[in-house]
Nanobody, 123 residues
Framework: QLQLVESGGGLVQPGGSLRLSCAAS????????IGWFRQAPGKEREGVSC????????VYADSVKGRFTISSDNAKNTVYLQMNSLKPEDTAVYYC????????????????WGQGTEVTVST
């Protein structure tokens, strides 16, 4: 059974940092396109960062460039999202996703989703 489980969300003050983790089971992440998406209340789900292949560079939403970094540990079959200089507008539920054929960072391209982890940036 293919499964993605996110962790690491929480409440953080503006300017703070969090690292989200996404552990995969039932498949090898390094064979898949992987990504982090987020959805704020009342808004559509949006791509934060995606890696579509081992030989491709990660893509980032303009709103997080220079602040967020996606990475993976193939030995642990886990993907991470390091989030620095967090802003209140980063508040959302963050989802990890994977797909064997995705070529970009749009939600419709991805079939497998985790349950999400909530990030709140507030004083």
């Amino acid at each position: 059974q293919l499964q993605l489980v996110e962790s690491g969300g929480g409440l953080v003050q503006p300017g703070g940092s969090l690292r989200l983790s996404c552990a995969a089971s039932g498949f090898r992440l390094d064979y898949y396109a992987i990504g982090w998406f987020r959805q704020a209340p009342g808004k559509e789900r949006e791509g934060v960062s995606c890696i579509t292949g081992s030989d491709t560079s990660p893509v980032y939403a303009d709103s997080v460039k220079g602040r967020f970094t996606i990475s993976s540990d193939n030995a642990k079959n886990t993907v991470y999202l390091q989030m620095n200089s967090l802003k209140p507008e980063d508040t959302a539920v963050y989802y990890c996703t994977a797909d064997s054929a995705a070529w970009g960072c749009e939600p419709y391209e991805y079939d497998f989703w985790g349950q999400g982890t909530e990030v709140t940036v507030s004083t």
